[in-house]
């Protein structure tokens, strides 16, 4: 059976850091993109950023702005690196799941994930 387990949310400061990580568990594809998702109160889920698995198996590092995303996938484990974080980052984190083949393109669109864990929630004080 699939599971992602996320872990790592908690209580931050203002300005402070959080890594999240999401631990994925009965996975044995070798072509597949995780994702990392977040959903505030009263909001819609909004995807943060998404990383592919290579048919080298090699780790991969994307950034964008406060947020960092980083695998380790021998060790089948997603990081989300969150630095600077604001009064408005607060919401539940998820991470997500895609198969795919190595010749696809993967944006980790949200209907598109197969599988997804439960969530971890940032709370974010001033």
């Known amino acids: 059976e699939v599971q992602l387990v996320e872990s790592g949310g908690g209580l931050v400061q203002t300005g402070g850091s959080l890594r999240l990580s999401c631990a994925l568990s009965?996975?044995?594809?070798?072509?597949?993109?995780v994702g990392w998702f977040r959903q505030a109160p009263g909001k819609e889920r909004e995807r943060i950023l998404c990383i592919s698995s290579s048919p080298d198996g090699g780790d991969q590092i994307i950034r964008n702005g406060q947020f960092t995303v980083s695998s380790d996938f021998a060790m089948n484990t997603v990081y989300l690196q969150m630095n600077n974080l604001k009064p408005e980052d607060p919401a539940v984190y998820y991470c997500?799941?895609?198969?795919?083949?190595?010749?696809?393109?993967?944006?980790?669109?949200?209907?598109?994930?197969?599988?997804w864990g439960k969530g971890t929630l940032v709370t974010v004080s001033s």
């Open positions: 009965g996975f044995t594809f070798d072509a597949f993109s």
């Open positions: 997500a799941a895609q198969v795919r083949d190595f010749s696809d393109y993967s944006e980790c669109v949200d209907m598109d994930m197969d599988y």
